[in-house]
C-alpha cells in the first residue's frame, strides 16, 4: 500500500516529544502507532480501545476487576500480542504489499 496522504494534528509541544521518545523507546515512530492506530480502527469498527474519563486510581474495584477480566479474555482468545509477533506481522504485511491488519 502506497503511502500517499499526509496527516497533520496540532498538539502541545511537550506533549509530542513525550510520545516521539515513548515510540522511539518501544522500536519504532509516533506515524507508525498513528497508522497501526487507523488500521485496527477500521478493523474495530471504531476506536481500538474503549475511552474513558476515569483513570485506574478512580475506578471501583469491581471496574478494575471487570477491566482485568476483560483482558484476560482477550489474550485466552489470542487476541493479544507480543511486540515480536507485531513486528512479524507487520514486516510480513509491507513485504508482500497487503492491507491486512494486525
Sequence with gaps: MAMDATLQIRM?????????????NLGTSFAEAVRIFAQQSLREGGMPF??????????????????????????????????????????????HGTDTAV
Design 12 to 24: 502541545n509541544s511537550d506533549l509530542k516529544a513525550e510520545v516521539e521518545e515513548l515510540y522511539r
Design 50 to 95: 474503549r475511552p474513558t474519563l476515569k483513570a485506574w486510581e478512580n475506578m471501583t474495584t469491581q471496574e478494575v476487576n471487570a477491566k482485568l477480566l476483560r483482558s484476560e479474555a482477550d489474550i485466552a482468545a489470542g487476541r493479544v500480542y507480543s511486540q515480536d509477533e507485531l513486528d512479524r506481522r507487520m514486516k510480513g504485511r509491507f513485504a
